[in-house]
């Protein structure tokens, strides 16, 4: 009994099948540089953006509510992408930093 491969084999399919399949795991791994490249580029930008806000707010001595809702957010989704190195410090540096000073009414 022949097999699904042997008969597409005697129908000169063989190259077609194999073919198909090289092109499939070149597409593959185009996608997968591509990928890496578009999380590195992503992974970048936020990494500017929070080290812009971190020495902004640090010069100032404070960070508002609104500067750390926007830093967190920043940091959830560049820490999800890996490889975070010294974000970590500034992180934590940045979100120990106080809200603005209350305002006194005379």
């Known amino acids: 009994m022949l097999t699904t ?10 190259s077609l099948i194999s073919g198909g399949i090289g092109a ?10 591509e990928n890496d490249a ?3 580029g992503i992974q970048a930008l936020l990494r500017a ?15 508002p509510i609104y500067a750390r809702e926007n830093f967190e957010n920043c940091w ?9 190195g010294v974000m970590n410090d500034i992180h ?10 209350e305002e006194t009414i005379d």
């Open 5 to 14: 491969y042997q008969i597409l084999s005697l129908l000169g399919c063989s």
């Open 24 to 33: 499939l795991v070149t597409r593959l791994v185009s996608y997968r540089k």
């Open 38 to 40: 578009l999380k590195k």
């Open 49 to 63: 953006q929070m080290i812009t806000d971190y020495n902004k707010w640090y010069s100032k001595g404070y960070a």
């Open 76 to 84: 959830k989704q560049y820490e999800a992408l890996g490889e975070n």
């Open 92 to 101: 934590n540096k940045f979100m120990a930093m106080p809200t603005p000073p």
